[in-house]
């Protein structure tokens, strides 16, 4: 089949953006024709997979230059990862723009969270979702967790039967080393590790969405932890928080990492005290790794979360008194557990399934 996947970039660094690069030498290798839309790709297209370049413009205007080309190239189906409205399969791997709004309003002054409704970007995007999900050509919403499925019920009034919970799916040979004993003991040397000190990671980029000030205040409560923070932002303001909470010469700040297998052999729990995320595929990748997870239930992957024996689920981003214990009692918690996680040729199969469907009208 001629496929086609709407993305506005594609780099290494971002969880949805890994996600695209996942999908799309997927379908190549199942032999399908992929075409991919969008305005960048960071390093080569994978074998069998064409690029087109889509400009970049402000999001609406954006979304009516890739649908026009994706109607161009005379598609058997496509699927869109951004809000495009005449998808016939959007796969919401940001979530609901409308949801991560009122999660984030409690933590925002009240002149910011007035902002958001004469915010422009805001009111394109809310606009643009609004659009997409009411689009007479949309077959399948792919909801990435059963929250976002939730979400586009109660914001969109979303029907039930067209939506498709399918989880993120981890790359398992990238993987595969995290589970090694030689992976931890050499990543911690590497790291420059003391023995038996309890480390935590945090990994992703937008780390004020992802929680990083909670995870510094609850390292300020575990004066034996270290704190790893892997992934791209601005440093040098949470250095600063860092100094202030008294935990700088405890928090090590890596910088993007290509490779973060060694990161979560290395570490003890991961933490994510996220305010929102649909389905964090760190959070996954830390399961499927065997590395407890500490997250909240604002986060989609919180019900892959065994409690207890995977990781623990705190109630709220800004609990961090809470968020502290979480992380004390994943330290008791044993690594390495075998946990069920999504894995490539399930969710691959979930996901043609639907753009099958759609193409069969």
């Not at 024709?33 to 960048?40: D, H, K, N, Y």
């Not at 979304?63 to 409205?85: G, T, W």
């Not at 609901?96 to 002149?111: D, G, I, K, N, T």
């Not at 065997?290 to 990781?311: D, F, K, W």
């Amino acid at each position: 089949m001629r496929l086609g996947i709407i993305r506005y970039k594609y780099d290494f660094t971002g969880g949805a953006e890994r996600v695209l690069g996942l999908l799309a030498r997927g379908l190549a290798a199942r032999g399908h024709q992929v075409q991919v839309m969008a305005s960048a790709w960071q390093g080569g297209a994978p074998e069998g997979v064409s690029l087109h370049r889509v400009k970049p413009a402000k999001p609406a205007a954006w979304a009516a230059a890739a649908l026009d080309a994706a109607r161009k190239l005379n598609l058997d189906s496509f699927l869109s990862m951004e809000r495009v409205p005449g998808s016939p399969v959007f796969r919401a791997g940001d979530g609901v723009h409308a949801a991560w709004l009122e999660r984030r309003a409690p933590y925002e002054s009240r002149l910011k969270r007035l902002s958001f409704g004469l915010n422009p970007k805001h009111r394109a995007l809310l606009a643009l979702e609004r659009r997409t999900l009411a689009a007479p050509e949309l077959r399948w919403v792919i909801a990435i967790s059963r929250m976002v499925a939730e979400e586009f019920q109660r914001y969109y009034r979303v029907p039930p039967e067209k939506i498709r919970v399918v989880y993120n799916a981890v790359d398992e040979a990238d993987l595969a080393p995290a589970r090694l004993p030689q992976t931890r003991e050499q990543a911690r040397e590497d790291l420059g590790l003391e023995q038996g000190r309890p480390v935590l990671l945090f990994l992703g980029s937008g780390w004020e969405r992802k929680g990083l000030a909670f995870a510094l205040g609850a390292l300020a409560r575990l004066p034996q932890a270290m704190l790893l923070v892997a992934g791209r932002d601005r440093v040098k303001p949470w250095q600063d928080k860092a100094r202030a909470l008294g935990v700088e010469r405890r928090v090590v700040f890596l910088g993007l990492q290509p490779q973060v297998a060694p990161l979560l052999a290395a570490a003890d729990a991961m933490v994510l005290p996220t305010i929102y995320d649909p389905c964090s595929i760190a959070c996954l990748e830390s399961l499927y790794a065997g590395t407890p997870v500490v997250t909240t239930a604002a986060a989609g992957a919180s019900e892959l979360v065994e409690e207890g024996v995977s990781g623990v689920v705190v109630s709220a981003a800004g609990e961090v008194e809470e968020l502290a214990v979480a992380c004390q009692r994943a330290f008791g918690l044993a690594k390495g557990f075998a946990h069920k996680v999504p894995g490539q040729e399930q969710w691959l199969g979930q996901t043609m399934e639907l753009l099958e469907r759609a193409a069969r009208g």
